[in-house]
């Protein structure tokens, strides 16, 4: 898959934004209220006003959206069609502003047939501006969707909503509270280390996380530490980038699997759910990703390089738990109070997501999702 997305990145990348608005006299801003308070996305929204004569914004995208969301905030739209749909968000705002560049066509398809697997032919411009390091989706082919009849997720995916520009500001990202730094930077990792370890990884992917782990495990603690520090905001926004396009060209596997049920019964934050899920489901699979294992260790600031393969790829799980700690995430499904009385329905729905177990590195039953969940249950370890 081609990503021909331009990229402009740096501090005030977006001052002048003239040479990216030509012959944009309609547009749809994505956003939700809490970003839209952002000094820095108001300013940046006042540029949009000065150059686009009319502008319809959508400011009501909740954090996980259903597509029961997406049908409301079409049909609220003040006008169809539009010359550019501009996305300013986290992931989920630029996964509907994915959409809706696609649904605000003539003659496009409906949600409800994108849903059961039509595929876009075309679509509107648009421009997709992070304003959390994370997610990836300016650099992914996904829209995720909440399901609330099914308590799931699913992805609707088409390169074709891919987006023309791709802006990475850092000083969109600095208002970014700490526990969403922290969940979002987990979601990012669990992106590029699932990838680099799945078994349709090839070299275009397994590049693209490399560069993106060694920034990661570079600067994630750092803008947690140093929240003004604009240039490891930088890192992070590329390592979320490159977490998205090597999901473009491979993709996720367990850890995604396990958690779109999380998600999608219990609501809880997609970045937590993978934080939860990040070291048990990697201890599962490390005995078929070694020799992956030990190349992602080798990135780690402080890494052993004298430990043999089979030693980093232990000490890489055991730095993931220790990460998980230090963000202070949560480790277990009973401190958020689901009890392991839900277990089976938790296995059967993340078997379900077939787009994403077929991509794990080894055979996968019933049992073995029900024991890496089990871990998530200490009363039950005793």
């Not at 809490?34 to 000094?39: D, F, K, R, T």
């Not at 996380?209 to 890192?235: D, S």
């Amino acid at each position: 898959m081609n990503i021909n997305s331009t990229v402009i990145s740096g501090y005030q990348a977006l001052n002048d934004m003239r040479y990216l608005l030509e012959g944009v006299s309609t547009a749809v801003v994505v956003t939700d209220r809490n970003i839209e308070a952002i000094p820095a996305v108001q300013a940046l929204m006042g540029q949009l006003r000065d150059r686009i004569p009319r502008i319809s914004l959508v400011n009501s995208v909740p954090p996980e959206p259903s597509q029961h969301d997406v049908a409301a905030i079409i049909s609220a739209l003040s006008q169809g069609q539009a010359d550019m749909v501009i996305g300013i968000g986290g992931g989920s705002v630029l996964d509907v502003a994915k959409l809706l560049s696609v649904l605000c066509m003539d003659g496009a398809p409906t949600l409800d047939a994108l849903l059961a697997g039509e595929k876009p032919a075309r679509r509107t411009r648009s421009m997709l501006i992070p304003t959390t390091a994370g997610t990836g989706s300016e650099a992914t082919p996904n829209a995720i969707l909440a399901i609330p009849e099914k308590e799931t997720k699913v992805g609707i995916i088409s390169p074709v909503m891919l987006p023309d520009v791709v802006a990475l500001v850092p000083e969109l990202t600095t208002s970014m509270p700490p526990h969403i730094a922290s969940s979002t930077g987990i979601d990012a990792l669990c992106h590029l280390i699932e990838c680099f370890t799945a078994n349709v990884a090839n070299p275009v992917s397994d590049n693209y996380a490399l560069i993106g782990m060694k920034k990661l495990f570079a600067n994630l603690e750092t803008t947690l530490r140093e929240p003004g520090n604009l240039q490891a905001r930088l890192e992070m926004l590329w390592a979320s980038y490159y977490g998205g396009a090597s999901i473009a060209h491979a993709g996720t596997h367990l850890v995604h699997a396990l958690s779109y049920p999380l998600g999608g019964k219990y609501h809880l934050p997609h970045g937590v759910a993978n934080a939860i899920l990040l070291a048990p489901c990697m201890r599962f699979v490390r005995p078929a990703a070694v020799s992956k294992f030990a190349q992602a260790y080798d990135l780690l600031p402080d890494a052993d390089l004298r430990l043999n393969d089979d030693e980093k790829s232990h000490a890489l799980v055991d730095y993931f738990t220790a990460l998980v700690a230090r963000l202070q995430l949560p480790a277990s499904l009973e401190a958020l109070g689901i009890g392991p009385n839900q277990l089976p329905g938790l296995v059967e729905a993340a078997l379900d997501v077939q787009r994403l177990m077929k991509n794990v590195p080894m055979a996968v039953t019933a049992d073995d999702v029900r024991a890496v969940y089990l871990t998530l249950f200490p009363s039950c370890q005793a």
